[in-house]
Every structure is written in structure tokens, then in C-alpha cells.
Nanobody
Framework: QVQLVESGGGLVQPGGSLRLSCTASGSIRSIYTMNWYRQAPGKQRELVAT???????NYADSVKGRFTISRDNVKNTVYLQMNSLKPEDTAVYYC??????????WGQGTQVTVSS
């Protein structure tokens, strides 16, 4: 079992920045992928960013150049630095832990609201 605790959400003005954190605890595998997803009201959950144990990253086109995912393998923590935020970034953000063969865990979500 793996527990994920997210933090860092809040209200920010357009153009502002936020940094989300997600810390994993429990039966952590040595190799795992961490993802950030988001879900806006009335929309499907979408993958925002991915980072592997080795540090390879991938981003949704909508956040490329604005968001940066990183991780601290010692602390079992993944971060999402979000810059130049737009109103359309408003959503509940979830972290997700994936490990072979079928370990798939989710955090409780943290609200990000971008509004003036």
C-alpha cells in the first residue's frame, strides 16, 4: 500500500506561480513513475506531466514551457512548479504513483484556482 499526500494548491492571479508537492509513503518500490493529472469541472481528468525514476519527463502540450515536474527520490516527493498560470489551468490536481506490475495509487487532490 502506498499513501500520497499533496499540498501547495490555492488561489493565484493569472500570470502567477504555484508549486505543488506530493509525498509518497508506505511500500515504495525502487522504480516508479509519478504523474500529475488535473480535472476541471465538467471535464475529463487529463495527464499534465510525468517523471520516471531516472528523471525523464513528459508534458501535456497545454503546459509545456510553463510547468516543470521534478522529484526527490530520497524524500519520495514529486513537485510541479507551475508558472505563468492561466484561468484554464484551474482544476483539482492529483498525483499518481505507478509501479510494475500493477501498483496504481492516487492522492486526494489539491485545488488550484487561477482568477483575478
Amino acid at each position: 500500500q502506498v499513501q500520497l499526500v499533496e499540498s501547495g494548491g490555492g488561489l493565484v492571479q493569472p500570470g502567477g506561480s504555484l508549486r505543488l508537492s506530493c509525498t509518497a509513503s508506505g511500500s515504495i518500490r525502487s522504480i516508479y513513475t509519478m504523474n500529475w493529472y488535473r480535472q476541471a469541472p465538467g471535464k475529463q481528468r487529463e495527464l499534465v506531466a510525468t517523471i520516471t525514476t531516472g528523471g525523464s519527463t513528459n508534458y501535456a502540450d497545454s503546459v509545456k514551457g510553463r510547468f516543470t515536474i521534478s522529484r526527490d527520490n530520497v524524500k519520495n516527493t514529486v513537485y510541479l512548479q507551475m508558472n505563468s498560470l492561466k484561468p484554464e489551468d484551474t482544476a483539482v490536481y492529483y498525483c499518481n504513483y505507478l509501479a510494475f506490475p500493477a501498483y496504481d495509487y492516487w492522492g486526494q487532490g489539491t485545488q488550484v484556482t487561477v482568477s483575478s
